[in-house]
């Protein structure tokens, strides 16, 4: 219906005045020692890594390295703390614990939003109203089970697994800590988390909130450090259970690494989630559906819409719209409250980022940037789509982890099933539809483990989440999200 | 000379509305300790009190039923936190009613527990009871459960603080809002409590507290039309069948919870939350 | 009301191809807006464009001359001790005081809107709406603020609602008409959009919310979607049409909401008076207080702004 000749202006005018959010109140150590047994140690080795602000390139702060002995030592505490106190505490107690520190982040909120956004680049906007109040949300939804555990499996007799290891990614690190850490405890387990090497501090802040909190000493064991340390938590015989969340590639690692133990594990991986717009959408809040998808977050999520598919007769306005709506995109300073897009992780992360907009340009397709400023320090990439590009172009099957997105048409809801599955991932999707037995439809054929129907990138501690294919194993979040740390006896 | 302080004896009202009038009849009775003392004057409430507390229970209902599973289990958490402060206020006031103080202590502290017990409820049963249907037509076809509305309370006689909680927190965590008739031998602990739901950003009407006679007001607690479902807790078989004889006349759910021992672990169960719930099944086509 | 079909050749625009419009979304959006932080000197710029774009009103059933008189006092003299600012747009009326209003505000830029078309209800004959728009227009007013017949609209005689306004349209000559949807007698978002394109098709000048005589009036639900309407009839014929939210605006800090809003929707074309308006009788002073606190750095009381 709309031919859109006529443009909107966005550049100029009225602009917003810097509004930074305080940091003063964030309190960061110069140095941090690895947090196992209830205590701050130093590694063993003596070896510590810096930690970055992504925005500035200045260092935050230095963390320790974990060696093996320090991996060790942390499954050992763990091991100890599981046989001699948290498998003989009354699960509602346990409950009671797991409750403290959902309050303690309440009432530390906005240290923690500060300080994730400072080591990992996110606007303080989103660590404030998403990361952080989903983060203690978990919290509060699994300490409720931690006494319940009876009636979410009917028949089974449910029993802690024992030490869990775990490994978190760097895109969302106190809400998977959160995820990790909280159905754990809930289950009956201990446990030893490594958070990415990029981004620790809330991880490290959050072992401060464990000690407030009073949980007994070794329940749960921080371990900084980078991939070696990932290896040796994963490859420790004294783990019963191994968590990974990261990157397709690193999941098939372990997935190898585990076979012949007898450790469960769950793997949540990579993503390449097909958004569908189909021409009977609220076609404007399907254009925001698609900014939520890939471009917050700087695109580093798992579950990024990263593929547009548009209904053949909408898709001229809907791209028309979707570019006026990406110049109101602020890129830049992840501490100002107006920030939209914050800075890309590391510097490694943008350069496979930049490497993809080469490799889609030089494959024939059509790119789009946005035109607003970036600071100059720092790393960064404005939101992005490529138009041209077909289900054969490596920018459409591969997953960039940046503000990208890949747009396609489609004619049929069949056409577009297909394509929405052709793809070795399987982590999440999307529909926009104003007609419900066609979202019925979508999500009884879509190959996927979250479907969201006229909405995107949606999270609440009691919806499992999770992928098919080689977007992983298992689930994490409501009450599917128990199995993950429980065995199911008899 | 010294003289000895005077303390400031208080005054036990109702809770109606998120308010605490007395009751309107103007009556009261005496509650005595052992020694024969007056403790205080308890409000004998009139079934026109029950009234106006039902007209502020429906009023708050559907606010209340469409706040978040999670809001709710703050909340009700959050009256666990403000039970805990006061820990000592509550457990003198069931020594004043007749307990001894261990007894108190484990009473107090098995009431905060039961509040986090159902606060951790509140974003789980819907899980645990509801169901997809695997119908065999080309629907989507789902079961939840929902709020029933207003429920009245009749709270157990034998228990001044248990077994009032054990039946306010299930009711209202499944998003119903209710009206209670404290105990009528230890009435204090209620009217306390309701003081507690009043710090703990419980909406106001979601939960009313009377106190009065059993004799003049369980007729009203069973019979009034604009209750959806009604709770009774001391056994006796006349009072039991006249309740639900009085219930039909509206269809009331009704529900006896008779001979059981509120201090037990397993007087805490989801099913007293799915009790007050209805189903809902709603049926939509899959297709293009 | 006897309803007078108004042959026109002109054809209704195709509701049926009007994108629906999901709630949860607009809220979403809306949220996203109010967590803009605006401060410092956006903020004061802000403040001073929301000023400019206030159309002062008073419309009550005990308004007299005095009244009147009294407001378009405020209307040039909004806060004098405070030099530099911009005055208000407009003021509005009913139409039996704007000979009052022109006589007070005669030298000074500023409109006359008047209400018209059997405001707020809209119940009665398009002959009797007819003549009340004239009646304003003859005694000066320069804009009229119509109101839509919300009950042809509810039932469906879309043909009758578009050829009302395009009657009126007719009737103001050269005054500016916005039309009034009343959103809060429409009942859905989707209802809000159709009515914003059927009432630009039919030559709408404005698109206003409310009468803010019913609750709810303004909301920045009903704007946003509205705004986005007229978005879409821009690009489709390239034609603006300014927006007008009224009712309910009662704090600088939901006005900068609404800018913030406006900003990011349509862009700098529409940030000036002459396509944005806030039909509003007590925001000003809000504002008011709110620029004096920016620039002293201390929050004020109303006391020392005029209450007219």
Known sequence: MATPENKLAFDGGWEYAPAPESTEHAKIDKRYGLFINGDFVAPEKGRYFDTLNPATEEKLSRVAAASDADVDKAVKAARNAYRSTWSRMKPAERGKYIYRIARIIQERAREFAAIESLDGGKPIRESRDVDIPLAAAHFFYYAGWADKLEYAFPGRKARALGVAGQIIPWNFPMLMAAWKIAPALACGNTVVLKPAETTPLTALKLAEVIADAGLPPGVVNIVTGAGETGAALVEHPGIDKVAFTGSTNVGKIIQRALAGTSKKYTLELGGKAANIIFADAAIDQAVEGIVNGIFFNQGHVCCAGSRLFVQESVADEVIQKLKERMETLIVGDPLDKNTDIGAINSAMQLEKIESYLEIGQQEGGEMHQSSCRVPERGYWCRPTIFTGVSQSNRVVQEEIFGPVLAIQTFRRFDEAIIKANNTPYGLSGGIWTDKGSKIFKMTQSLRAGVVWANTFNKFDPTSPFGGYKESGVGREGGLHGLDAYLHLGA | MTTKRIPVAKTYKIYIGGKFPRTESGRYFPLEDKKGNVIANICRSSRKDFRNSVVAARKAQPGWAKSSAYLRGQILYRIAEMLEGRRAQFVAELVLQGATQRAAEIEVDTSIDRLIYFAGWADKYQQVFSAVNPVSSSHFNFSVLEPTGVVSIIAPDDSGLIGLISNIAPTIVGGNTCVTLASESRPLSAVSFAEVLHASDVPAGVVNILTGYRSELTEFFASHMDVNAVVYCDSGKKTARSVQVLAAENVKGVFGRTRTNWMKDDAQHPYLIRDTQEVKTTWHPIGT | ?308
């Open chain 3, 1 to 308: 009301m006897a309803l007078q079909a108004v042959t026109s050749r002109v054809p209704l625009p195709d509701l049926s191809r009007v994108p629906a419009v999901d709630e949860v979304g607009v809220n979403e959006r809306v949220a996203r807006f109010q967590s803009r932080s605006i401060k410092k000197s956006s903020k004061v710029d802000a403040l001073k464009l929301i000023l400019s774009m206030i159309d002062l009103t008073t419309l009550e059933g005990q308004d007299t001359p005095g009244k009147v008189r009294q407001l378009c006092q405020k209307a040039i003299h909004l806060h004098d001790s405070m030099p530099g600012l911009p005055h208000v747009a407009a003021v509005c009326v009913y139409p039996t005081m704007v000979g009052v209003a022109k006589k007070a505000l005669v030298g000074h830029d500023i409109n006359i809107a008047s209400v018209a078309t059997a405001f707020p209800s809209g119940m009665s004959t398009l002959s009797v709406k007819l003549d009340d728009t004239r009646m304003a227009v003859e005694a000066g007013a320069n804009e009229i603020d119509m109101v839509i017949s919300r009950g042809a609209f509810l039932a469906g005689d879309h043909r009758y609602v578009f050829d009302e306004i395009q009657a009126v349209k007719e009737a103001c000559g050269d005054a500016h008409l916005k039309v009034i949807l009343e959103t809060g007698e429409l009942g859905t978002l989707d209802r809000v959009r159709r009515a914003s394109v059927l009432a630009m098709h039919a030559g709408a000048d404005f698109i206003k919310t409310s009468t803010g005589k019913i609750q709810p009036a303004a909301t920045m639900q009903v704007t946003l979607v509205m705004l986005q309407a007229i978005r879409d009839y821009y690009y489709e014929t390239g034609r603006m049409v300014g927006m007008k939210p009224a009712g309910g605006i009662s704090t600088a800090k939901l006005a900068v909401h609404y800018i913030v809003m406006l900003r990011e929707t349509l862009g700098n074309a529409w940030m000036t008076p002459e396509w944005f308006r806030f039909g509003a009788s007590t925001l000003a002073n809000d504002v008011l207080m709110q620029i004096m606190k920016q620039s002293t750095g201390v929050y004020q009381s109303g006391d020392y702004f005029s209450k007219d």
